[in-house]
């Protein structure tokens, strides 16, 4: 199952995702309402926003 057990939980803006990862606001705004749609998500697109969770907040890659 595709996670992202940190990205979503307020510390960023959905702006600050976007930019720092060139997905679409959009995206990512439906994401913050559904989190469960990261399962729905292109495996190009969810490994771009997984990489940028390994890297801000420190977690082991699951």
């Not at 679409?24 to 495996?43: G, K, M, N, P």
Request: no cysteine; net charge negative.
């Amino acid at each position: 199952m595709q996670t992202l057990p940190q990205l979503f939980k307020g510390k960023l803006t959905a702006y600050q995702i976007s930019t720092a990862t060139d997905i679409d606001i959009a995206t990512i705004e439906s994401l913050f309402e559904d989190e469960a749609r990261v399962s729905s998500l292109d495996e190009t697109t969810f490994n771009t926003l997984k990489q940028l969770e390994l890297e801000l907040f420190n977690i082991e890659h699951q």
